[in-house]
């Protein structure tokens, strides 16, 4: 699942003292969070800089958002020429890296691997980063349940994604019940003789 407390509120509902144990937390939104922070950072880096320098690199903005590993030879030899003047977004940029190859077992996945992580965000001073280094804190449980089942919730929301194209397709319904005949109809898989 995602972060969402009422998620988590509902599993904690239904499961009591269990849930700590079932609650996954998606790679996705881990992602997401560290993404957000960098180009926040990014954009206050830019401010900085000349502006010739600036529009050069707001063209090329989007090589801090590529994972390290697919990075082509001409997007990371821009990424090196903007390290040296953009040095706030090249430190986040190595710590959202570092967070992933903890994901991805490059580092050990393990909380001590995450509590030096942790450290390394506080001692880089950069508040966007900080506040996202909180909130995997407080999702620790979950996200060590992910990396270790290697559970995603991306078939969920495929299945969420199908249902609001629905609802944009016919431009809304006139009440909750047909919007659900009209999502069994395009996904329950029915039979022609339960169809009829």
Known sequence: MDMSPAYIKATKHFFSARYRRMISIDHFHIAKLLTKAVEHIRKEDAKALPSLERMRFHKGR?????????????????????????????????LKEKARDIWYGVEPPTRCSWGKWFRLVRESGLKPLEMVASTIRKHLDGIMTSMRTKTSNAR??????NIKNVGRVAHGFRNKERYKSVIFLRYGKLTTELAH
Do not use: D, F, R
């Open 62 to 94: 989007y090589c801090w958002l590529k994972k390290g590993t697919a990075l082509s030879e001409g997007t990371l030899h821009e990424l090196n020429y903007q390290k040296t003047l953009m040095i706030k977004t090249s430190m986040a940029w190595v």
């Open 156 to 161: 969920a929301e495929a299945i969420n994604k």
